[in-house]
């Protein structure tokens, strides 16, 4: 039976390596965690990139409007590329995808699915339509809804109906089709979770990085997925919780 929750790396991990670099890639093979997550952005000239913020190292020009080679220069240092990170974990890890644009879904997808198989990649978005795109055309890869937007980007006069969807989830989660959610772990603990185990959905929270909620969630049975930038310490500390009832 495969250890519950199962541990993703977040970005790779950052525990001996930056996270987000090939080197964190290569690092979370050793690490015993079952996943990693890889945040997804395309480039001008059409390549998928590991790279988590819209813009270039964060306030630069956006991703979107840069070319691989360029973005390459404003970082600094080579931005792997999602292909090539796929290739390395293929057979050996689960690919928690973290799709951050939308308009891509089917392409990237369709690529993930070739390298990995169905079972071998996960998909997760903030954007509902996304879900439903990627749940619609690849039913085999398990996808899940997104909850903990930030607030800086839903302005006030929308945050309060935000938080309160994903607060209670489940209409949303029913009508883009996810498999499940994944959660920030403040909202995990509110009610998600709650609402998760009541309505038998997947379910993965993020990102929890110090002792005490990590060792909280592994011991949660309503957790299948923790994301954490930790994963060996996580690992460490799952080994050593008693076996949790179903």
Not at 34 to 59: K, L, N, Q, W
Not at 158 to 182: D, F, K, M, N, Q
Request: net charge positive; glycine share 8%; charged share 25%.
């Amino acid at each position: 039976m495969p250890p519950r929750p199962a541990v993703s790396a977040h970005r790779g991990g950052s525990e001996r390596a930056a996270p987000a670099t090939w080197a964190a890639y290569e690092d979370a093979l050793r690490s015993g965690a079952e996943y990693v997550e890889i945040d997804v952005r395309r480039t001008a000239d059409g390549v998928f990139v590991v790279h988590h913020d819209a813009r270039a190292g964060g306030t630069g020009p956006p991703v979107a409007a840069l070319t691989r080679a360029r973005l390459d220069a404003l970082t600094g240092r080579p931005v792997p590329v999602v292909d090539d990170v796929l290739a390395l974990i293929a057979g050996r890890l689960v690919a928690h995808l973290d799709l951050k644009e939308t308009g891509h879904e089917r392409e990237l997808m369709d690529r993930a699915v070739t390298l990995l198989g169905a079972d071998g990649c996960v998909a997760t978005s903030l954007e509902d339509r996304s879900v439903a795109i990627v749940a619609g055309a690849f039913p085999g890869v398990r996808t899940l809804l997104s909850l903990g937007r930030d607030g800086r980007e839903v302005g006030r006069r929308r945050l309060v109906a935000t938080r309160l969807s994903e607060l209670l989830p489940l209409r949303r989660v029913r009508a883009c089709g996810a498999h499940g959610v994944a959660v920030h772990q403040r909202l995990a603990r509110a009610t998600v979770l709650r609402e998760a185990a009541r309505n038998g959905l997947f379910t993965m929270v993020w990102t929890v990085n110090d002792d005490a909620p990590l060792r909280a969630f592994l011991a949660d049975p309503r957790v299948d997925i923790l994301v954490t930038d930790r994963p060996r310490r996580a690992v460490e500390l799952r080994d050593a919780v008693p076996a949790r009832r179903p």
